[in-house]
């Protein structure tokens, strides 16, 4: 029982639930950063209420807080502008947070940042925090841009860049994956070779607890996959393994698949789903992170749960 006071926000998105039972679990005192008065989410030992994108209340906010868990941020675009929208939502609000936990003398700031300020929806080898950041798109250059700002700070902070995160409750592409999953029809998907890292929620959860107990300073990016990547097929497989299913994938031409999607306006997803987009957790292991379980074990798990 650490007994340590934890500021959060996006404790009401998917993953900032999952962090809030989980540091919650682990002893951590956990103070919620909301940006609208609502309920406060079970678990949490205080709130706050108060906008990033005007951080008037953030001193009080941070009083007395231990370190600071940045999972608020926004991932698709709401308007026409989307360098715009994700400078602001992404980079900005981050850099406002930072100051004022500096201002504060937070101990640690741990930003949950992504993949994709690494790279793009695929690479041709493997990535590791060792290689030169080459984000392809408005959404990457802003987690980039928010990593950058935070080593412009005086913080000890650390920027985990998780690959696809699935879990209960989970959306995007692996919500897709696990409807698809549960139709009762044969795919024809099996000649899919592309490999794709994953990390369960709960093994990010605990990837936070890593970075919050490190010793430091961290003042790095840290990789966040699971050891074992996936093609599509064995994705699949391990989903239908969990509702009691054969895997029902049959081969096709891929680039019949391609035809298909490219004819339907799907383009974008066949890039994803005939990539590759491996990652190694190099810098959290050698800190003693491990991943809560295999990947195939917890899609399994997830599908048998419902999603």
Not at 64 to 83: R, Y
Request: hydrophobic share 45%; net charge positive; aromatic share 4%.
């Amino acid at each position: 029982m650490s007994g340590k006071l934890i500021a959060l926000t996006g404790a009401t998105g998917f993953i900032g639930r999952h962090l809030l039972r989980a540091l919650s679990e682990r002893g951590y005192r956990v103070r919620v950063l909301l940006r609208r008065p609502v309920e406060v989410p079970e678990g949490a030992s205080g709130a706050v209420v108060g906008d990033l994108a005007r951080p008037m209340n953030m001193a009080a906010a941070l009083t007395g807080v231990d370190a600071v868990v940045h999972s608020a941020g926004l991932a698709h675009a709401m308007s026409g502008a989307p360098e715009d929208d994700f400078r602001n939502s992404n980079t900005e609000a981050t850099r406002k947070l930072a100051d004022a936990a500096q201002r504060a003398r937070v101990g640690r700031f741990v930003f949950l940042s992504s993949i994709r300020a690494q790279a793009g929806s695929s690479a041709p080898a493997p990535l590791s925090e060792a290689d030169t950041p080459e984000p392809t798109d408005p959404y990457g250059r802003s987690k980039l841009a928010a990593e950058e700002a935070l080593a412009e700070t005086g913080l000890d902070w650390v920027a985990l860049r998780p690959v696809l995160v699935y879990g209960a409750g989970v959306k995007g592409n692996m919500a897709a994956l696990l409807k698809l999953a549960r139709t009762p029809y044969p795919l024809p998907l099996a000649s899919l070779a592309g490999r794709r890292s994953l990390v369960s929620v709960e093994s990010l959860a605990g990837a936070v607890a890593t970075a919050l107990e490190a010793p430091g300073p961290l003042r790095r990016p840290l990789v966040v996959a699971d050891p074992d990547p996936l093609t599509l097929p064995e994705m699949l497989a391990a989903l239908r393994a969990g509702l009691g299913r054969g895997p029902g994938l049959l081969p096709c031409p891929v680039p019949l698949i391609g035809l298909a999607c490219r004819a339907t306006g799907r383009e974008a997803a066949f890039d994803r789903l005939s990539g590759s987009l491996v990652a190694r957790a190099e810098g959290l292991e050698a800190l003693g992170w491990r991943p809560a379980q295999a990947s195939r074990d917890g899609l399994a798990a997830l599908a048998r749960a419902g999603g």
